[in-house]
């Protein structure tokens, strides 16, 4: 009897190994199907962050030509309203020179006018 338990308990022994295998083999199946897709996320994310990273270079090219443009039609623009700053400070100039020559002018007929009263009435007595 002792051979045949022995056997019986082999056989047991054997059924719960195979049983642990096969649980251990759904397991690593399982593991491995949830596996490749990740991996392909994973692929998908380095493309996409290789995209991003080229695309974010192409939009800071273009800033520092914009950039370069501008500064350069800054410089365009100061040099071509140069000169009409210049003309305006002179006309500006010009303007403040004829006024003070109308009040001088205002002046000196406000003063021949008393003069000339001054006279008239000098005359009359």
Do not use: C
């Not at 380095?46 to 914009?66: A, G």
């Amino acid at each position: 009897k002792a051979p045949v338990m022995n056997q019986a308990a082999r056989q047991k022994e054997r059924a719960i190994v195979k049983k642990e295998i096969d649980q251990l083999r759904s397991g690593i199946q399982t593991l491995a199907s949830s596996a490749a897709p990740l991996g392909k996320v994973l692929d998908y994310l380095q493309e996409d962050l290789d995209s991003m990273q080229k695309e974010l270079e192409n939009w800071r090219s273009e800033n520092r030509f914009h950039e370069t443009a501008i500064k350069a039609e800054e410089s365009h623009m100061e040099k071509t309203l140069e000169p009409l700053r210049d003309q305006l400070e002179d006309t500006e100039h010009q303007i403040v020179d004829m006024i003070n020559k109308i009040n001088t002018m205002k002046m000196q007929y406000s003063q021949q006018r008393h003069q000339d009263r001054t006279d008239v009435i000098n005359n009359e007595f």
